[in-house]
Protein backbone atom coordinates (compact mmCIF):
# COMPACT_ATOMS: atom_id res chain seq x y z
CA UNK A 1 0.00 0.00 0.00
CA UNK A 2 1.36 3.43 -1.36
CA UNK A 3 2.52 6.18 1.73
CA UNK A 4 0.03 8.79 1.52
CA UNK A 5 1.42 12.13 -0.06
CA UNK A 6 1.41 15.30 1.91
CA UNK A 7 0.81 13.69 4.91
CA UNK A 8 2.56 15.43 7.81
CA UNK A 9 2.89 13.65 11.40
CA UNK A 10 2.47 16.09 14.19
CA UNK A 11 5.03 15.73 16.67
CA UNK A 12 3.62 15.45 20.30
CA UNK A 13 4.88 18.18 22.73
CA UNK A 14 6.25 15.21 24.58
CA UNK A 15 8.88 15.01 21.94
CA UNK A 16 10.25 18.74 22.33
CA UNK A 17 11.43 17.77 26.01
CA UNK A 18 15.30 18.65 27.15
CA UNK A 19 16.80 22.11 26.10
CA UNK A 20 15.23 25.44 26.33
CA UNK A 21 11.97 26.64 25.34
CA UNK A 22 9.98 29.98 25.01
CA UNK A 23 6.08 30.60 24.77
CA UNK A 24 5.15 33.24 23.05
CA UNK A 25 1.82 35.22 23.17
CA UNK A 26 1.17 37.96 21.04
CA UNK A 27 0.33 40.73 23.11
CA UNK A 28 -3.48 41.89 22.45
CA UNK A 29 -4.02 45.49 24.70
CA UNK A 30 -7.63 46.69 25.44
CA UNK A 31 -8.98 50.18 24.44
CA UNK A 32 -11.31 52.00 26.46
CA UNK A 33 -11.93 53.88 23.64
CA UNK A 34 -13.44 51.03 21.61
CA UNK A 35 -16.37 49.33 21.99
CA UNK A 36 -17.68 47.13 25.13
CA UNK A 37 -17.61 44.09 22.38
CA UNK A 38 -13.90 44.52 21.39
CA UNK A 39 -13.08 44.57 25.41
CA UNK A 40 -15.06 41.35 26.32
CA UNK A 41 -13.14 39.40 22.99
CA UNK A 42 -10.00 40.83 25.11
CA UNK A 43 -11.30 38.91 28.30
CA UNK A 44 -11.43 36.01 26.15
CA UNK A 45 -8.77 35.99 24.42
CA UNK A 46 -6.17 36.09 27.66
CA UNK A 47 -8.55 33.70 29.37
CA UNK A 48 -7.93 31.17 26.29
CA UNK A 49 -4.07 32.27 26.45
CA UNK A 50 -4.02 31.20 30.12
CA UNK A 51 -5.94 27.93 29.73
CA UNK A 52 -3.40 27.04 26.92
CA UNK A 53 -0.58 28.01 28.85
CA UNK A 54 -1.42 26.02 31.49
CA UNK A 55 -1.90 22.86 28.96
CA UNK A 56 1.82 23.28 27.91
CA UNK A 57 3.31 23.45 31.26
CA UNK A 58 1.68 20.91 32.55
CA UNK A 59 3.49 18.52 29.70
CA UNK A 60 6.77 20.66 29.18
CA UNK A 61 7.18 22.34 32.56
CA UNK A 62 6.35 25.13 34.78
CA UNK A 63 7.52 28.32 33.03
CA UNK A 64 10.16 29.97 34.91
CA UNK A 65 11.21 33.58 33.53
CA UNK A 66 8.99 35.63 31.91
CA UNK A 67 10.12 38.37 29.50
CA UNK A 68 7.57 41.49 28.58
CA UNK A 69 7.33 43.81 26.04
CA UNK A 70 8.12 47.70 27.04
CA UNK A 71 9.59 46.11 30.68
CA UNK A 72 12.64 47.69 30.88
CA UNK A 73 13.13 46.63 34.61
CA UNK A 74 12.65 43.32 36.70
CA UNK A 75 11.33 41.98 39.79
CA UNK A 76 8.70 43.88 42.07
CA UNK A 77 10.02 47.10 39.98
CA UNK A 78 8.45 45.60 36.99
CA UNK A 79 5.70 44.60 37.98
CA UNK A 80 4.38 47.64 39.42
CA UNK A 81 5.38 48.74 35.38
CA UNK A 82 3.15 46.41 34.10
CA UNK A 83 0.57 47.36 36.42
CA UNK A 84 0.90 50.95 35.25
CA UNK A 85 0.40 50.54 32.08
CA UNK A 86 -2.73 48.50 32.84
CA UNK A 87 -1.65 45.16 30.55
CA UNK A 88 -4.73 42.64 30.43
CA UNK A 89 -1.63 39.88 30.77
CA UNK A 90 -0.56 41.20 34.01
CA UNK A 91 -2.96 38.00 35.97
CA UNK A 92 -0.67 35.60 34.11
CA UNK A 93 2.03 36.66 34.94
CA UNK A 94 1.13 37.60 38.80
CA UNK A 95 0.08 34.08 38.70
CA UNK A 96 3.47 32.36 37.30
CA UNK A 97 5.43 34.87 40.03
CA UNK A 98 3.86 33.17 43.01
CA UNK A 99 4.81 29.64 41.65
CA UNK A 100 8.58 31.35 41.69
CA UNK A 101 8.98 32.27 37.98
CA UNK A 102 11.51 35.41 37.73
CA UNK A 103 10.08 38.25 36.05
CA UNK A 104 12.91 39.76 33.25
CA UNK A 105 13.63 43.30 32.24
CA UNK A 106 13.23 43.11 28.59
CA UNK A 107 13.89 46.38 26.88
CA UNK A 108 16.51 49.24 27.00
CA UNK A 109 14.87 52.71 28.13
CA UNK A 110 17.34 54.74 25.96
CA UNK A 111 16.20 52.40 23.02
CA UNK A 112 12.49 52.44 24.13
CA UNK A 113 12.55 55.56 24.20
CA UNK A 114 14.02 56.79 20.91
CA UNK A 115 12.10 54.73 19.32
CA UNK A 116 8.86 56.25 20.53
CA UNK A 117 10.50 59.62 19.84
CA UNK A 118 10.97 58.33 16.07
CA UNK A 119 7.66 57.11 15.84
CA UNK A 120 5.80 60.05 17.01
CA UNK A 121 7.86 61.83 13.91
CA UNK A 122 6.58 59.74 11.84
CA UNK A 123 2.61 60.32 13.01
CA UNK A 124 3.46 63.75 11.96
CA UNK A 125 2.70 63.73 8.51
CA UNK A 126 5.61 65.66 7.00
CA UNK A 127 5.70 67.54 3.62
CA UNK A 128 9.55 66.56 2.98
CA UNK A 129 10.48 63.41 1.45
CA UNK A 130 14.06 64.19 2.67
CA UNK A 131 13.05 64.78 6.63
CA UNK A 132 11.05 61.21 5.76
CA UNK A 133 13.34 59.45 4.65
CA UNK A 134 15.92 60.88 7.38
CA UNK A 135 13.63 60.51 9.98
CA UNK A 136 12.19 56.33 8.65
CA UNK A 137 15.94 55.25 8.62
CA UNK A 138 16.79 56.40 11.72
CA UNK A 139 13.30 54.82 12.94
CA UNK A 140 14.49 51.42 11.42
CA UNK A 141 17.95 51.63 13.10
CA UNK A 142 17.08 52.11 15.77
CA UNK A 143 14.67 49.00 15.76
CA UNK A 144 17.11 47.24 14.50
CA UNK A 145 18.46 47.99 17.85
CA UNK A 146 15.78 46.98 20.12
CA UNK A 147 15.60 43.51 18.21
CA UNK A 148 18.86 42.64 18.53
CA UNK A 149 18.35 43.93 22.42
CA UNK A 150 15.91 41.75 23.57
CA UNK A 151 17.26 38.50 21.78
CA UNK A 152 20.45 39.06 23.32
CA UNK A 153 18.64 39.51 27.26
CA UNK A 154 16.66 36.14 26.13
CA UNK A 155 19.69 34.52 25.16
CA UNK A 156 21.83 35.79 28.16
CA UNK A 157 19.37 35.15 31.04
CA UNK A 158 17.30 31.89 29.60
CA UNK A 159 19.25 29.38 31.23
CA UNK A 160 19.05 25.60 29.86
CA UNK A 161 16.45 23.66 30.32
CA UNK A 162 14.35 26.57 31.15
CA UNK A 163 11.24 27.65 29.84
CA UNK A 164 10.54 31.24 28.87
CA UNK A 165 7.28 33.24 29.22
CA UNK A 166 7.36 36.19 25.82
CA UNK A 167 4.48 38.72 25.60
CA UNK A 168 5.02 40.44 22.62
CA UNK A 169 3.51 42.13 19.42
CA UNK A 170 2.72 39.73 16.83
CA UNK A 171 4.31 41.96 14.02
CA UNK A 172 7.88 42.02 16.31
CA UNK A 173 10.85 41.14 14.37
CA UNK A 174 13.51 39.48 17.04
CA UNK A 175 15.27 36.73 15.81
CA UNK A 176 15.38 34.20 18.58
CA UNK A 177 18.86 31.71 19.41
CA UNK A 178 18.36 28.93 17.19
CA UNK A 179 18.53 26.65 20.04
CA UNK A 180 15.26 28.11 21.82
CA UNK A 181 12.36 25.79 20.60
CA UNK A 182 9.74 28.16 20.00
CA UNK A 183 5.74 27.54 20.98
CA UNK A 184 3.40 30.08 19.64
CA UNK A 185 0.24 30.42 21.23
CA UNK A 186 -2.17 32.06 19.70
CA UNK A 187 -6.03 30.84 20.56
CA UNK A 188 -9.05 31.29 18.49
CA UNK A 189 -10.24 34.15 20.15
CA UNK A 190 -7.07 35.52 18.33
CA UNK A 191 -7.95 35.83 15.02
CA UNK A 192 -11.55 37.43 16.29
CA UNK A 193 -9.84 40.33 17.38
CA UNK A 194 -7.79 40.45 14.35
CA UNK A 195 -10.62 39.99 12.53
CA UNK A 196 -13.14 42.29 14.27
CA UNK A 197 -10.48 45.27 14.31
CA UNK A 198 -10.47 45.10 10.62
CA UNK A 199 -14.28 45.67 10.43
CA UNK A 200 -14.38 47.80 12.79
CA UNK A 201 -11.40 50.02 10.75
CA UNK A 202 -13.47 49.84 7.68
CA UNK A 203 -16.91 50.78 8.99
CA UNK A 204 -14.92 53.63 10.43
CA UNK A 205 -13.48 54.62 7.28
CA UNK A 206 -16.44 54.39 5.41
CA UNK A 207 -18.42 56.61 7.63
CA UNK A 208 -15.58 59.21 6.87
CA UNK A 209 -16.18 58.75 3.49
CA UNK A 210 -19.69 58.93 3.58
CA UNK A 211 -20.66 62.38 5.86
CA UNK A 212 -24.26 63.19 6.31
CA UNK A 213 -25.82 65.39 4.01
CA UNK A 214 -25.25 69.03 5.39
CA UNK A 215 -28.50 69.89 5.17
CA UNK A 216 -29.55 66.88 7.25
CA UNK A 217 -27.59 69.04 10.02
CA UNK A 218 -27.14 72.51 9.34
CA UNK A 219 -31.05 72.51 8.20
CA UNK A 220 -33.38 70.49 10.28
CA UNK A 221 -37.20 70.45 9.24
CA UNK A 222 -39.24 72.79 10.90
CA UNK A 223 -41.70 71.02 13.08
CA UNK A 224 -44.99 71.81 12.82
Known amino acids: MSEELGKIEKPSVESFKGGRKLFFVPLVLSASELPEEYTKKCALYWEQVASQISSLELKLGNVTRIYHELLPESGPKG ?124 SQKAGKNNPADPQDTCNPKETE
Open 79 to 202: IQHLKDLQVSSISIIQDRIDRGAILEATEDNDIMAELMDWSRCLSLGLQSQAAFSKIYESYNAVTKKRNEYVAQKLNETLKPNEIGLLIMAENHQVSFPTDIQLFYIAPPAFDEIKRWLRDYES
